[in-house]
């Protein structure tokens, strides 16, 4: 009988003939563009303004939303979806094949993302109408594309299944999902209406933050964490139920808030659904963390202790902000159904950038730092740069976050508020301004993974 591991090998497509780091730079060129205007520098502008009372006007709401779209599925996605076209295929052992198919999906995303962002807080009117579901349905063709252009990879891969692939396509298939409700979204707008009614706007954020960009981190730091911390081997049995948990949790928040939209009537129902979800959620995340073993102690002494003690200090901290971004989901929802007050506007933004900002910002600068290409051999030679940023970073969250819970955008909170998001953009601003040049260099060294090795 033919071997079945040889014959998949010999199916599997041939690789480039020189190694490439195509799409790599094109996507995360794309991604940081899409961060300094409507991501980054929006939502400082509209931070400030409603806390020094500017005459931001009654673009206020729209421009939020069209800052929250433009920094979950467009900057994060792309920047996520860019570096994963370096990690994933080493970390699967086959090469993607379709590189300019994978940049012309990333590239139609962020046009997508560009003219939703310019669109959104225009009049109503014909050319709005049709432009933003023009820009909806460039974003579900980019991601398309990208998707079609991926898969091979895994197809290709001999690897096994292990718990980080499932996350990673827990994450991947909620990002397509929430591209596709995105499309649902920009026909309530070219309706007329100025913003996405507020339960389909959760849904849709719920997918792209709690559905693509936890599962996606978790994915990676699966992969790396226990090495490159020198983490005491993990209890690897539990991540498989964890994840699984954790998705019926998130598809539970996502069904709430569908249904307490199309059916208002059941909204005490909607209020229990999303209770569950958050509970399930929050174990999940709990059980995930017990496993992975980041908060004991290292398995041994690090050789390199300048790179290794800071950096678990950094991802530890980041985890920290993410047990407490879905502690407060999990409070907010038991409130709420218990109690029937609804998550107050202030509430809602401090615990979306409790996992945005506290979690996210500092993972995915500390790990570039770390791992991408050009990026990681400068910051070895810079490392209180690096250490700069990431603090910035997490100040940043920790007043921004804090202020908003204190007292919102006014009086003293909402002067820390302020500080805090002017911090954490100076500190994005400072990475977006380093990497920038390193792209486009030849890939460097990516630290050896040990998950398949340890059933992960
Ligand atoms: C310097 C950093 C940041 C500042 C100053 C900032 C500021 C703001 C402001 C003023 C709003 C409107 C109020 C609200 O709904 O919360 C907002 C909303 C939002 N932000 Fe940020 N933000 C920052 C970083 C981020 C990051 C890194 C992400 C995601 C990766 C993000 C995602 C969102 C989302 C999803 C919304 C809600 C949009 C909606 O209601 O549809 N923000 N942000």
């Not at 530890?316 to 502690?327: E, K, Q, Y």
């Not at 601003?429 to 030849?442: D, I, M, S, V, Y």
């Amino acid at each position: 009988m033919a071997n079945p591991v040889a014959a998949r090998q010999a199916a599997a497509p041939r690789a480039p003939a020189r190694p490439t780091i195509d799409p790599y730079p094109a996507l995360a060129r794309a991604a940081l563009l899409l961060a300094w205007a409507p991501g980054f520098g929006l939502g400082l502008y509209l931070l400030l303004g409603i806390v020094l009372q500017w005459d931001v006007g009654a673009g206020w709401l729209p421009l939020g939303q069209a800052h929250g779209h433009a920094q979950v599925f467009g900057f994060t996605a792309l920047f996520i979806l860019a570096v994963g076209t370096v990690l994933f295929p080493r970390f699967l052992s086959a090469p993607l094949t379709r590189p300019r198919q994978a940049r012309l999906g990333g590239i139609l995303i962020a046009v997508g993302v560009g003219l939703r962002f310019l669109l959104q807080p225009l009049e109503a009117g014909l050319t709005r109408g049709v432009g933003l579901v023009l820009a909806a349905a460039l974003e579900l063709v980019g991601a398309g594309l990208f998707a079609h252009a991926t898969l091979g990879v895994a197809r290709a891969s001999i690897q096994p299944w292990a718990a980080w692939r499932r996350a990673l396509a827990l994450g991947l298939g909620s990002l397509v999902l929430g591209y596709l409700l995105n499309l649902a979204a920009s026909l309530e707008l070219a309706g007329g209406r100025a913003i996405v009614s507020p339960a389909l706007d959760e849904a849709l954020l719920h997918l792209g933050i709690w559905g693509f960009i936890v599962p996606v981190t978790l994915a990676v730091g699966l992969k790396i964490f226990p090495q490159f911390l020198l983490l005491r081997p993990p209890r690897a049995r539990l991540f498989g139920p964890a994840i699984v948990a954790y998705g019926i949790g998130m598809a539970l928040v996502v069904a709430g808030w569908l249904v307490q939209g199309w059916r208002p009537e059941l909204i005490a129902e909607a209020r229990w659904l999303r209770l569950g979800g958050w509970s399930t959620q929050t174990a999940a995340l709990l059980l995930h963390t017990f496993a992975l073993r980041l908060f004991e102690p290292a398995a041994r002494r690090s050789g390199m202790p300048h790179i290794t003690n800071p950096t678990r200090l950094w991802f530890r901290l980041a985890f920290g902000w993410l047990l407490v971004a879905v502690a407060l989901g999990a409070f907010f929802a038991a409130r709420e159904s218990t109690t029937g007050s609804a998550v107050g506007f202030v509430e809602a933004s401090a615990q979306r950038h409790a996992l945005t900002m506290g979690y996210l910002l500092p993972l995915l600068v500390g790990m570039a730092g770390r791992i991408l290409p050009g990026f990681s051999g400068e910051m070895t030679r810079r490392p209180r740069v690096l250490a700069g940023m990431v603090w910035l970073l997490l100040v940043g969250a920790t007043l921004r976050v804090g202020g908003q819970l204190l007292g919102g955008y006014v009086g003293l909170a909402g002067m820390l508020t302020a500080l805090g998001g002017t911090l954490a953009f100076l500190g994005f601003a400072w990475f977006a301004w380093l990497l920038w040049p390193t792209l486009g260099r030849k890939p460097g060294a990516v630290p050896p993974a040990r998950g398949d090795r340890d059933g992960v």
